[in-house]
C-alpha cells in the first residue's frame, strides 16, 4: 500500500536512518531524505507567527541559533573544541547573540543534556530556550 501511495509524491522526509531504509529496501523510486524531526507539524503555527511577527520589535543585535541533536550514533565530544571555538567567537563578537534551542525531552533524545559537554563558561553565556519551560508561544 505504501509503495501505491509513495508514487504519488516528488519527495519524501523521514526522520531517522531506519526509516530511510526501510524506504529503500522497498525500492520506493522517490527522492527521500532525512530530516530529523516533524516540523511540518508546525506550519499552522508558524503561518500565524508570520502574521504576528510586523508588530515585533526585533533587537539590534541577531540572534544565532544553535541545537545540538542528541542520537547514540553522533559524538559531540568529537568537535567539542570547534563548537567551543565557535561559541567564543559568537561571544566575543558583540553583534551577536548565541542561544540555545532544545526541542528534545525525555523519553525522547535530551537535547538540553547536551550542552554538558561545554565548559562551563560557554554553558553560561547562553541564553537557553526551551519551550517545555517556557511555552511554546514565546519559543
Request: with cysteine; charged share 25%; aromatic share 14%.
Given at each position: 500500500?505504501?509503495?501505491?501511495?509513495?508514487?504519488?509524491?516528488?519527495?519524501?522526509?523521514?526522520?531517522?536512518?531506519?526509516?530511510?531504509?526501510?524506504?529503500?529496501?522497498?525500492?520506493?523510486?522517490?527522492?527521500?531524505?532525512?530530516?530529523?524531526?516533524?516540523?511540518?507539524?508546525?506550519?499552522?503555527?508558524?503561518?500565524?507567527?508570520?502574521?504576528?511577527?510586523?508588530?515585533?520589535?526585533?533587537?539590534s543585535?541577531?540572534?544565532?541559533?544553535?541545537?545540538?541533536?542528541?542520537?547514540?550514533?553522533?559524538?559531540?565530544?568529537?568537535?567539542?573544541?570547534?563548537?567551543?571555538?565557535?561559541?567564543?567567537?559568537?561571544?566575543?563578537?558583540?553583534?551577536?547573540?548565541?542561544?540555545?534551542?532544545?526541542?528534545?525531552?525525555e523519553?525522547?533524545p535530551?537535547?538540553?543534556?547536551?550542552?554538558?559537554?561545554?565548559?562551563?563558561?560557554?554553558?553560561?553565556?547562553?541564553?537557553?530556550?526551551?519551550p517545555?519551560?517556557?511555552?511554546?508561544?514565546?519559543?
Open positions: 500500500m505504501f509503495k501505491l501511495l509513495s508514487k504519488k509524491f516528488n519527495y519524501l522526509f523521514v526522520r531517522e536512518l531506519e526509516s530511510l531504509s526501510i524506504i529503500k529496501n522497498l525500492k520506493v523510486n522517490v527522492a527521500t531524505k532525512v530530516l530529523g524531526d516533524d516540523v511540518i507539524l508546525l506550519l499552522p503555527t508558524l503561518a500565524q507567527l508570520k502574521f504576528e511577527q510586523r508588530n515585533y520589535n526585533y533587537s543585535n541577531p540572534i544565532t541559533a544553535i541545537n545540538l541533536k542528541s542520537f547514540p550514533d553522533y559524538n559531540y565530544n568529537l568537535i567539542k573544541i570547534s563548537l567551543e571555538n565557535y561559541l567564543k567567537q559568537l561571544l566575543d563578537n558583540q553583534n551577536s547573540q548565541p542561544e540555545y534551542f532544545c526541542f528534545g525531552r523519553p525522547g535530551g537535547d538540553r543534556n547536551l550542552l554538558e559537554i561545554l565548559d562551563r563558561c560557554y554553558q553560561n553565556s547562553l541564553v537557553i530556550r526551551d517545555y519551560e517556557e511555552g511554546w508561544r514565546s519559543f
